[in-house]
């Protein structure tokens, strides 16, 4: 290949990188997308949520491997990201849920700039919706976006009622947490029904699909080694692992994700002078922060023997069968919970005022068990996701060589706070109540259903009389990443609140790596929103 010449070459074809490439590409402006995975657009398992989960850990997935994480009885994770044309939104799970308004004003704090608050958002969070209810507030979704946002009640003209919906939301009630029906103000805390981002039939709608990038050149397995820079530290393009070069006229765009991202940029000279000259690599900038701050969503996956699975309560069982069931995955409730007020006193110098009215866990139920081993997918389980959305364990993406072939080095540090570690034992007993405690629940199951896995043995079914050291050490053995991570470029350390890389020019962010906190919710939603804004600010002054 000759070498190749555009206004933007962006790096990455994941979600952000999409986004981009097409608003720029529809608008006029020459786009090279380099991804370093293939299009699998043909691929059929990709069509459908369902059928796309034995993607996770499969050829369209990174699947990198954490450091030995100390405080997860010194586990090796694996980190899931996608590695294809479209990225993340072919092996999600397809939620649209967004943070708390908090979240994103504690952004726009930490980056210095308003237009990552809740507000400033807000008109992106429009722009990129299709949303299902027409008689929705207008302020809060749109109308005319791409993604088909649908809830669960919603899908299928109201069909995709699953037998236990009714009964989840009132023992959730029998535990003083009532439905947010409408998240006015950007306000999540309480029992929110699901959002998906399916279409009308129920499928997936991938970034790249859904963002035309029929205006841009698109490289598919195309690997990056790093960007070039001139003599005044500019950016002119992009040099691949196989020797080739790609020239910007304007702008390099990284959206290679929060792995990835601190990866190319240390590999290129910009990073923390130390680990540099560690591996050899001429200095371009000085930032000690790439690859710092490594946020990530935790999570805890419990399964419930069902005290009757001829019922059809269950994804697996014959009672199951309804084909509106199997238009996304079969969950429909989520509750966001702050802490109670002790564990709040105990971690008030960790922790921000307002902390009391935070989002600062979310319990989820499920009709499906999600991969936890040793228990069938038969009818005979359902399950719950006890995930922690505002950690305040931090992280690190460090190179392991020069090489850009060699996997970087990343420890995630889960649960390596006191807080998270209480937050989430917190968090797990309240699952516990919620499916084996309350009176609409205790009767639908007989006792939760630990895993089933070698180095796992002796695990006794937890309850909610467990003690909080047995329920911490479920959480380190088996807990796991829910593939939320982000942080490792930060705005405000990194890049300026319009992503542009700090003490160089012609180089700028645009993936996850730049939301200098973690978000409540599930992250796709809010990274749609941000890609849009992104991509405008570029717009405006090119």
Known sequence: ???????????????????????????????????????ATSNPATAFFLTSLPLQGGELDYAYPSEPVPSTAGRVHPLSAGKALGGGTLINFGGWLRGDAADYDEWAELAGDDRWSYQGLKPWFVKSEKFYDSNADPQEHGFDGPMYVTSIAGAEG?????????TVLKAWAELGVSHNVDRKNGASVGVNEIHENCDSEGKRQAANVVYPLNKATVLTDAF????????????????LVDGRKVTARKEVILS????????????????????????????????PYVGQ?????????????LCDPSLGYAFGGAGFQDPAFFKGLPWDWIANRPLPDDILTKHKNETKTGWENRNVYEVMTAYVVPGIPGIPVDGTHISTSTMLLLPTSRGTVKLRSSSPADLPRIQPNYLSTQHDREAMVDGTRT???????????KTVVESEAPPVKEG????????????????????????????????TAAMGKVVDGEGKVLGVTGLRVADASIVPVPLGGHPQASLYAMAEQLASMILAHS
């Not at 000759?2 to 490439?21: K, R, S, W």
């Not at 109201?158 to 919906?165: I, M, S």
């Not at 690599?281 to 000085?286: G, R, S």
């Open 293 to 305: 701050n490594l946020h990530d969503h935790y999570a805890l996956h419990l399964a419930y023997r």
């Open 224 to 239: 990056v080694h790093r960007v070039i820079f001139d003599g005044t530290n500019r950016a002119t393009g992009i040099e």
């Open 456 to 487: 796992l043995e002796g695990l006794a079914p937890l309850t909610v009389d467990t003690s909080d050291d047995v329920i911490l050490d479920r959480l380190q053995r088996t807990g796991e990443q829910h593939q939320h991570s982000g942080g």
């Open 1 to 39: 290949m000759d070498e190749q010449i555009a206004d933007y070459v962006v790096v990455g074809g994941g979600l952000t990188g999409c986004v981009v490439a097409s608003r720029l590409s529809q608008n006029g402006k020459s786009v090279i997308l380099l991804e370093a995975g293939p299009d």
């Open 431 to 441: 699952a516990l109540k919620l499916l084996t405690a309350t009176e609409n629940l």
């Open 158 to 166: 109201g069909q995709r009622k699953y037998p236990l919906r009714d």
């Open 256 to 287: 290679a994700g929060a792995y990835q991202t601190p990866k190319i940029l240390m590999l290129s000279g910009v990073g923390p002078s130390a680990e540099l000259a560690e591996h050899g690599i001429h200095l371009i900038h000085e930032s």
